[in-house]
């Protein structure tokens, strides 16, 4: 099976823009989870998304919304952009039945905020 | 709220010797535990999850709910173990929410 895809890798944006990054999760798979990474506060949850519906949301400010389409694939927004959220933003999926929670990752969106 | 605390954020030993990071965390229910493992250059991946209760490229972890505790052991360490190693906490239920400690980067010495 492919991995979990993510676009773009790299991004650069400036202060006040928004910016929307992609996930494509394992086929199958329909929880979609995204994570922020950061040298200061490390790997953080910010929300995930199963059948199209948020079903989990972390400590963010309402900058950072997503969404999932009915192929599961998800993206995520940041509107008005500033420094600190330069991070490196991780999606993660997982197949949905049973007990297994395991997540497989992405490679992540290295964003930075100029 | 659920924490994860690694308490070493850099762990250095020699190739051949044992190796144990430390992952305490505080949680209220029944969590699931993991480890995560991300050597350099690739992904994160999952090395360890509490409820198989396997052995993963000779690395065992067992939860201690009293000490409230998932410590990471391997008796002989590689050269190849090597990486960032990350213990996590998910709720339990349907939740896909992981709560991450801060990270172990393990250095093996040949």
């Known amino acids: 099976k492919a991995g979990v895809t993510q676009t773009p890798r790299y991004l650069i944006k400036t202060r006040g823009q928004q910016v929307t990054l992609s996930c494509s999760p394992i086929s199958g798979h329909r929880s979609v989870s995204w994570y922020q990474q950061t040298p200061g506060q490390g790997l953080q949850f910010l929300f995930e998304y199963f059948s199209e519906t948020q079903r989990n949301k972390g400590n963010f400010p309402g900058r950072f919304s997503g969404r999932q389409f009915s192929n599961s694939r998800s993206e995520m927004n940041v509107s008005t952009l500033e420094l600190g959220d330069s991070a490196l933003y991780l999606c993660a999926s997982s197949f949905s039945g049973g007990r297994s929670y395991e997540q497989y990752f992405g490679p992540g969106t290295r964003l930075t905020v100029t | 709220a659920q924490r994860v605390t690694q308490p070493e954020k850099l762990l250095s030993v020699f190739k051949g010797a044992p190796v144990e990071l430390k992952c305490n965390y505080s949680?209220?229910?029944?969590?699931?535990l993991f480890w995560y493992v991300q050597y350099s250059r690739q992904r994160l991946q999952l090395l360890l999850r509490?409820?198989s209760r396997e052995s993963i490229k000779g690395f065992t972890a067992d939860l201690n709910k009293g000490e409230t505790s998932f410590h990471l052991k391997k008796p002989f360490a590689q050269e190849e173990d090597s990486a960032m190693y990350y213990c996590a906490l998910n709720q339990g239920g349907s939740a896909r929410q992981l709560t991450f400690g801060s990270g172990t980067q393990l250095t093996v010495l040949p």
């Open positions: 949680y209220s229910g029944s969590p699931e």
């Open positions: 509490h409820i």
